[in-house]
């Protein structure tokens, strides 16, 4: 089954601990990005890659490092979190077709506490 | 990039037909007209996309007005399944940023009975 999966998918962590949610997709995209969602402001870019060791900002970088050495793995990266970075994240792929479908991940709930 | 307008909420009786309205009177010749829902608790999901001429799936109907405009996104008979909030999204694929999504607050709409 094509998709895209998020570990994990519900996080509570402390100020400054780091930490690491994985995404992963089966369907040989090469662009994936991350959002996240707050209530009032919709979903924001955060990330995007365009391929392998392409990555570049989105709308809210600050305090996110990605990587993506591998085609089908996206992490996103908080070195230290802020209770600000409380959200819900959503990782997304498509192929390389600008306006093609993007498949969305089911989201990680995270709270820094 | 061209904004879109959408009522903030909308209500459907299951069985009905639904017509979901989208505002875009600054969209440019380029644009693609994309729509995606999300459902409670899970990831936006892709529902249709279009440029000029109508537009069907197995999920839903774009009419995209002849000044392109506005347009329209037809559930033909909702269902409670349907219940989610509509993201009417403008895209440029000849942009480098095409594949960013730009979500607005979107339509909720509620299904009864």
């Known amino acids: 089954e094509a998709q895209v999966t998020q570990n994990p998918r519900y996080l509570i962590t402390v100020t400054g601990k780091k930490l690491t949610v994985t995404c992963s997709q089966n369907?040989?995209?090469?662009?994936m990005s991350w959002y996240r969602q707050d209530p009032g402001l919709g979903l924001r870019q955060i990330y995007y890659s365009m391929n392998v060791e392409v990555t570049d900002k989105g709308d809210v970088p600050e305090g996110y490092k990605v990587s993506r050495k591998e085609k089908r793995n996206f992490p996103l990266i908080l070195e230290s979190p802020s209770p600000n970075q409380t959200s819900l994240y959503f990782c997304a792929s498509s192929s390389g077709q600008s306006y093609n479908e993007q498949f969305f991940g089911p989201g990680t709930r995270l709270t820094v506490l | 990039d061209a904004k879109t307008t959408q009522p903030n909420s909308m209500e459907s009786n299951e069985e009905e037909p639904v017509h979901l309205p989208c505002n875009h009177s600054?969209?440019?010749?380029?644009?693609?007209i994309h729509w995606y829902r999300q459902l409670p608790s899970q990831g936006p999901e892709y529902v249709i996309h279009?440029?000029?001429s109508n537009v069907n799936n197995r999920m839903a109907s774009l009419a995209i007005a002849e000044d392109r405009k506005s347009s329209t996104l037809i559930l033909h008979r909702a269902t409670l399944r349907d219940a989610a909030v509509y993201y009417c999204?403008?895209?440029?694929?000849?942009?480098?940023?095409?594949?960013?999504?730009?979500f607005g607050t979107g339509t909720r709409l509620q299904v009864t009975l």
């Open positions: 999204i403008l895209r440029d694929p000849s942009t480098g940023t095409a594949s960013k999504l730009t």
């Open positions: 279009g440029l000029t």
């Open positions: 369907m040989n995209h090469e662009y």
């Open positions: 600054t969209i440019s010749g380029t644009d693609y």
